[in-house]
């Protein structure tokens, strides 16, 4: 028996960058996946869904995938100077149409998705999948080990209850009869305590004269 609630995390390097992933799962009756990429490897979802598919039947599974430089990378960011002032004059525009105050710091421009960047530039998202299949599936084993865990205490407690669940019908067998007797009893002294002559009390009833 294996539960369908988990969670597991794996990473995998290559050219420089660490890929990390997050895999966690929930009750479903079939198999729903969510995978959250990188806009850059959004190509490998394909991938990853398939990899998902074969290992797990049942649930819904969630994958989250992040990519960072390794720590012996060398170069550590690369920033995008473009997306950074477009980003600025868009703001500074929509801050005029909404008269609010030009505020803008660097902290808010480094925050935005893509101004801020690992600095090895991957030429093509398919060099970085053997990292992601390690990753994933890393990850999907602790998952699954994880699954197998709770399958495993949830057998136990539902034999356990089950178990006491016969105990009690047996317990209810025995006491069958005497509970119908008991009944019996009760009844019959009420219609004696109501003067009834009880059933099989009747007097015979008598013949009629003959004409």
Known sequence: MKSMTGHGRGEGSRQGLKVAVEVSSVNRKQTEIGVNLPRDLEVLEAQIREEINRRVSRGR????VA???APDAGEKIRIDTSLAKAC????????KELGLADDISLDMLARIPGVIQPA???SEAEELWPATATALGSALDMMLQMRSREGAFLAKDLKGRITQMRRGVAR???????VTEHYRAQL??????AGIPAPGTHPAAKPLPAI
């Not at 599974?61 to 989250?64: A, L, M, N, P, S």
């Not at 600025?88 to 801050?95: P, Q």
């Not at 209810?172 to 005497?178: D, G, H, M, T, Y």
């Not at 019959?188 to 305590?193: A, E, G, K, S, V």
């Open 88 to 95: 600025a004059r868009d703001l500074r525009r929509l801050g």
């Open 61 to 64: 599974v969630t994958v989250r």
């Open 120 to 122: 090895a530039v991957i």
């Open 172 to 178: 209810i067998q025995r006491l069958v009869p005497k």
């Open 67 to 69: 990519v960072q430089s």
């Open 188 to 193: 019959l002294q009420r219609i004696r305590d």
